[in-house]
């Protein structure tokens, strides 16, 4: 595995010396064949957006595809130039608005977490350089699944944690919440959660892009346990290689919503945002292929079997 991460290690970073305008050219370059010839996960693509557009034509559907493959070369581009991306360059092209609204909240109200619903919309990469615009006595961190490979695996962790913030491997985020919490540090967690849940894992449907769709509730969970503020990222693209994210708060008490209303708020502003510009979220994830009739089946089967 040392010598996979080291290999891959040298080239990304290699690569990533080379000025931004050169990575874009490589990615214009790119698109042809994956889209044309290797046709990464176009299948999958495709079923999503007739499944959340029902009202576009396939004219439509395929303008929004081709600019979605051609955005996800210009993330993979823009992911690996994190490398290298000078500190002044990365905060020129990603910025933020409503920090300052957190932190205010997080001293006034004498709350220690902030919990950030996030989507794989934009460059979600790029959003964890949110360390170099918060104050140093406030911990950003993020919530990860690990990859199944572990060269790939270290390597995103290196590169997301050169910030200054923290990966939390999802297994032990109650966990590590807890000794944050204990130790009064002042964090700011972002949850990326707009996956698709295990069987095991879905406890809520909500209405979403013309679906009911499984969603995962831990971030409302635990923000509710923690009394946490809630905030939303709303992410724009102004142009090629910039992003604007204005962080929007949910609820300040979670604790006194009804249960999977803060989920259910989450999934109406990210829906918003995929609708004002569709092909910048992540189309190639098979987000509904566990069906809320197939999740009734399985749990009537269950109760049948317990009996």
Not at 91 to 119: A, P
Not at 169 to 183: G, H, Q, S
Not at 227 to 244: C, D, F, S
Request: hydrophobic share 35%.
């Amino acid at each position: 595995m040392k010598i996979v991460y080291f290999l891959i290690f040298c080239f990304w970073y290699l690569l990533s010396l080379l000025p931004l305008r050169v990575l874009y050219f490589f990615s214009d370059l790119l698109y042809y064949p994956l889209y044309y010839c290797i046709r990464y996960r176009r299948p999958i693509v495709r079923k999503n957006l007739i499944g959340s557009f029902p009202e576009k034509d396939i004219k439509e559907i395929i303008k929004i595809e081709k600019e979605f493959y051609q955005f996800f070369c210009d993330y993979l581009m823009e992911t690996i130039k994190l490398f290298t991306m000078p500190k002044k360059q990365l905060m020129k092209r990603m910025t933020f608005d409503g920090i300052e609204d957190i932190t205010d909240e997080l001293e006034t109200k004498n709350k220690e977490l902030c919990f950030v619903y996030l989507g794989h919309y934009g460059n979600w990469e790029w959003i964890a350089s949110l360390g170099y615009w918060t104050p140093k006595d406030i911990l950003c961190a993020q919530i990860y699944h690990p990859l199944s490979n572990k060269a790939f695996d270290a390597l995103f962790i290196k590169l997301r944690s050169q910030f200054g913030g923290e990966c939390i491997p999802m297994k032990v985020t109650l966990r590590r919440i807890i000794e944050l919490k204990k130790a009064q540090q002042k964090t700011i967690i972002g949850f990326i959660s707009d996956q698709l849940p295990k069987w095991s894992s879905i406890h809520h449907f909500t209405p979403f892009l013309h679906r009911d769709t499984a969603m995962f509730t831990g971030t409302e969970q635990m923000g509710k346990k923690f009394g946490a503020l809630i905030y939303y990222a709303e992410v724009t693209r102004p142009k090629r290689g910039y992003y604007h994210c204005t962080f929007k708060k949910l609820t300040e008490h979670p604790e006194s919503l009804k249960n999977f209303e803060v989920t259910d708020l989450y999934a109406t502003q990210l829906e918003q945002m995929i609708k004002q510009t569709p092909y910048l979220w992540l189309w190639s994830h098979d987000r509904w292929k566990r069906t809320k009739e197939e999740y009734e089946r399985r749990k009537k089967e269950s109760a049948s079997n317990r009996t």
